[in-house]
């Protein structure tokens, strides 16, 4: 079950990398609220 031990971290990075976006987002979201 060697392929599941690539993928598994895989996923895991891509997850990060999608969870730091949205927080990106909600606070450029919440700078923009507050200069309006």
């Given amino acids: 079950n060697t392929g599941m031990k ?13 969870n730091s976006k949205t927080q990106q987002q909600r606070t450029e979201r919440k700078a923009i609220e507050t200069e309006q």
Avoid: E, G, M
């Avoid at 996923?11 to 990060?16: H, I």
């Fill in 6 to 18: 690539r993928v598994i971290p895989f996923l895991l990075f891509n997850l990060s990398r999608v």
